[in-house]
């Protein structure tokens, strides 16, 4: 079998599975498989941009898609002009102060001679610029969370279509992609590793402390939809008809053309971005980053900037995890910060990137449909195995118990199985690097 044939093989196997899903379970999981898929092969994508271009070893993915969903949210939602009124300008100003702040004392830093004068003077400025911007921040943040702290308590967005929010949030993940990668990406790999978990974990404890923001843990709902809403469609005359005429219950079928509208949407989305990764990839700059990835010292020895390419590709990839984020959060139609788990997500979208093939587009694109539908899935079958095993069992048995319980922990037992037994027969991934 010649390897496109192969490759196209391997995407046929992985759709099938999804659609005898929709053919012996429900339509609806299929479509929410596929949906939650193309957004997992969109974070893949973005991994693959770091890791298999530029062997960057960034595990601070939950960090930049966490971003992409505050942007849906300053975004889309609409502004609360009582909280602005209370204390709206006064957190902007606050937050000029401490940007000023910060940059005077980069200024000082560098312009004045060096001694322990220059030591001091920057911590002046620090000190006194952290007094005042607490001075101006703490009775604003409260003036602003006392407002409604049950339904409102935040600023809001900017009221803006909730699709401005998915390339929003790609800029505002790129930004802080670029401050981390100007002073984490001199760092060794596994260092690099550290510092890119450590800054996830500080940018998710903002999202969930800063009520004032986004709500923190109790969660921003409601957010506005880029499609109709299932129950606009129900109340539709004209599509009840039709879809009643064509033998359908209306209510499924609502939450049908939904999913299939997201998904369009999605599909729209990932095709661009494949079609932009691959033009890279194939391009003298992708072939630059690949010399850069496979040897540093020969790259530089040829003058090449290896720091200034590490940031531009650090920046390219957190800017599409950010994307995916902002569409994760609009397709859940809320933000709930508690859900951002740096290890756990981080590991899943890494297992899809070595799953499918680093350095291969099209291989992320599989591993992250491919490891999504397993995770999905692989709990209720595995739930339905144990009742299989233990039917013979009796009543009360500490073996049945047992076994019932461990379905629960079926979805990590298979994601480490599968890795596995890809890296033994399969290394560099099932659709490999060319």
């Not at 297992?351 to 692989?378: E, H, K, R, T």
Request: glycine share 12%; proline share 5%; aromatic share 10%.
């Amino acid at each position: 079998m010649t390897v496109p044939a192969r490759n196209l093989a391997l995407f046929a196997v992985v759709f099938g599975l999804i659609l005898a899903t929709g053919v012996f379970q429900s339509w609806n999981v299929a479509l929410a498989i596929l949906n939650m898929g193309l957004i997992s092969a969109i974070m893949a994508l973005g991994v693959n941009m770091q890791w298999g271009y530029a062997g960057l070893f960034n595990i601070g993915v939950m960090g930049f898609v966490a971003l992409g969903g505050l942007a849906a949210v300053l975004v889309g939602m609409p502004p609360v002009a009582e909280a602005w009124a209370a204390g709206g300008l006064r957190v902007l100003l606050a937050l000029v102060l401490g940007a000023l702040t910060i940059l005077g004392a980069i200024l000082a830093w560098a312009r004045l001679p060096r001694g322990r004068g220059r030591a001091l003077a920057v911590l002046a400025i620090l000190v006194a610029g952290f007094f005042v911007y607490r001075w101006v921040f703490d009775p604003a943040v409260a003036a602003i969370e006392k407002v409604n702290p049950a339904g409102t308590g935040y600023l809001g967005g900017l009221g803006l279509p909730v699709l401005v929010a998915w390339p929003v949030g790609g800029l505002l993940a790129a930004g802080a992609a670029w401050l981390i990668g100007k002073t984490a990406l001199g760092l060794r790999s596994d260092y690099l590793a550290i510092a890119t978990l450590g800054i996830a974990e500080i940018v998710i404890a903002v999202l969930k402390n800063e009520d004032w923001l986004a709500r923190g843990v109790k969660n921003v709902i409601g957010l506005p939809r880029p499609v109709p809403y299932e129950i606009d469609l129900q109340n539709d005359p004209g599509f009840v008809a039709r879809i009643e005429g064509w033998g359908y219950d209306p209510v499924t079928a609502s939450s049908i053309v939904v999913k299939l509208a997201y998904a369009g949407l999605f599909l729209v989305v990932l095709l661009a971005l494949i079609w932009l990764a691959e033009k890279a990839l194939n391009s003298p700059w992708g072939r630059m980053m690949r010399a850069i990835r496979d040897n540093e010292v020969a790259a530089e020895a040829m003058g090449k900037d290896v720091t200034a390419r590490h940031l531009q590709i650090f920046v390219l990839g957190s800017a599409v995890c950010g994307l995916a984020g902002a569409m994760m959060t609009t397709l859940d139609g809320q933000l709930t910060p508690g859900t951002y788990q740096p290890l756990r997500f981080t590991f899943l979208v890494w297992v899809m990137v070595i799953v499918g093939g680093s350095g291969n587009n099209f291989g992320a694109v599989l591993g992250g449909f491919l490891i999504w539908f397993l995770w999905v899935q692989v709990e209720p079958l595995g739930r339905w195995l144990m009742d299989v095993i233990t039917l013979g069992l009796p009543d009360g048995s500490g073996l049945k118990a047992h076994l019932l319980e461990s379905a629960a922990h079926m979805r990590l037992l298979t994601m480490g199985l599968i890795l596995v037994l890809v890296l033994r027969f399969s290394p560099r991934g099932l659709i490999p690097e060319r």
